[in-house]
């Protein structure tokens, strides 16, 4: 957490401003769901409340939270509350992990009559070495929520979505996570910051002992791995529960699913843990494939914005910030496209019948992603080969 108790103070705000950062994103990303939607289908969407409809997620808000707090009469009452907690946890904590931008160089001052500093604060709640293995392991702890919300409900059709969300969340992980092994392979890495910084600079690579490069192209991974970011990317639609792969709701099916007996302020945190899911896939894939919070000119790299911000600042910890601020800018523009990905797949794509998705996983993507393995294996041996 830090050295010191303002290092310490620091750190705590903030992890609080990314965990409220995260919470924030929910209303916005319904309301863009809402509007998306509508503009697919010819519509208008939420356009009474407020300007563009936006006054709509307040009204929302209080909506969820003052609706009366029902348990049903057969619920295991202790998990069917906590199933709702259980459920939105895991996507914070993961979230917590994923590099959002560089970090920002404190520079020393006087504070109470004391100095402090410098400091390096991390564009990120939690820095570690194996970032990747605590995301893949802490998210995966998301289908225990939905497995305890079914089954504590104490209604059949809650239950039946609890064990299609668990069957379904099971299957997509093991594709999920082979379909990283080919960029793990390429970085020898876990550390997601030292992946990051390898995609900095132009297109380079080796190949039989000669060096290439395209001046024009960003050094990202989707480059190395276009086949891995596709699989890696569809297994993230099936964890998440989104369309087409959204059988464990299917409410023209089961009523609504695992979370048929949930409503209000419990409704609401499985909506957040929803799209909490989706924040850290999109995360993920840009960390993997689109340079993470690298510009996609490939030209600015950390460096030279960073010299860009001292020659008009000075050096210090304004420049610092200004950097900092700049590659966040652009961690967040790929994050939100890639969630309008999501939401466009929604709404384009029918649900994909129970047998078709179990076999799309197990027949098509598990086979998919252990040939890509074996392809960027025997690419990775005659590129060193020499």
């Known amino acids: 957490m830090g050295a010191d108790k303002v290092e310490i103070a620091i750190n705590t705000v903030k992890i609080a401003i990314i965990f409220l950062m995260m919470i924030q994103m929910v209303p916005l990303l319904v309301w863009l769901e809402r509007r998306g939607s509508a503009f697919i289908q010819n519509r208008f969407g939420p356009n009474r409340v407020g300007p563009l409809g936006l006054m709509q997620l307040l009204a929302d808000a209080v909506k969820f939270i003052t609706k009366e707090q029902f348990v049903p009469a057969n619920a295991v009452k202790f998990l069917f509350l906590a199933a709702p907690v259980i459920a939105?946890?895991?996507?914070?904590?993961?979230?917590?992990?994923?590099?959002?931008?560089?970090?920002?160089?404190?520079?020393?001052?006087?504070?109470?009559?004391?100095?402090?500093?410098p400091y390096t604060i991390e564009m990120q709640s939690v820095r570690m070495n194996v970032g990747i293995i605590y995301i893949l392991g802490v998210s995966s702890l998301g289908a225990y929520g939905l497995l305890i919300a079914g089954w504590a409900s104490g209604n059949k059709?809650?239950?039946?979505?609890?064990?299609?969300?668990?069957?379904?969340?099971?299957?997509?992980?093991?594709?999920?996570?082979?379909?990283?092994?080919?960029?793990?392979?390429?970085y020898g890495t876990f550390d997601l910051?030292?992946?990051?910084e390898m995609q900095q600079g132009p297109f380079s690579f080796q190949f039989m002992g000669q060096a290439?490069?395209?001046?024009?192209?960003?050094n990202w991974g989707i480059f190395f791995q276009p086949l891995g970011a596709l699989l890696f990317f569809i297994a993230t639609f099936a964890e998440s529960n989104r369309l087409p792969f959204d059988l464990p709701e299917s409410e023209g099916e089961l009523v609504a699913g695992f979370h048929t007996e949930y409503g209000g302020f419990k409704m609401l945190m499985f909506f957040m843990g929803e799209y909490g899911h989706m924040m850290v896939g999109a995360g993920l894939v840009t960390t993997f494939y689109l340079g993470g919070f690298q510009s996609p000119f490939v030209w600015q790299t950390y460096d030279y914005m960073l010299n860009l911000a001292i020659a008009h600042h000075g050096p210090g910890t304004?420049?610092?910030a200004l950097t900092t601020g700049y590659f966040l800018i652009w961690f967040s523009i790929k994050v939100g496209l890639l969630l309008w990905v999501f939401i466009w797949v929604r709404w384009t794509l029918p649900r994909f019948r129970y047998d078709t998705l179990m076999d799309l996983g197990w027949k098509t993507l598990l086979p998919w992603t252990l040939g890509n393995v074996?392809?960027?294996a025997i690419v990775l041996y005659w590129a060193r080969a020499m």
């Open 212 to 218: 290439y490069e395209i001046s024009w192209l960003p």
């Open 157 to 186: 059709y809650s239950l039946l979505g609890a064990i299609r969300a668990s069957a379904q969340m099971i299957s997509y992980e093991l594709a999920l996570g082979l379909a990283i092994v080919g960029i793990l392979m390429i």
């Open 88 to 117: 939105l946890v895991p996507a914070a904590l993961a979230f917590a992990a994923i590099p959002l931008a560089t970090p920002i160089h404190i520079d020393p001052f006087h504070l109470l009559g004391q100095s402090w500093g």
């Open 193 to 196: 910051n030292k992946m990051i």
């Open 374 to 376: 074996a392809l960027t």
């Open 318 to 320: 304004v420049a610092s």
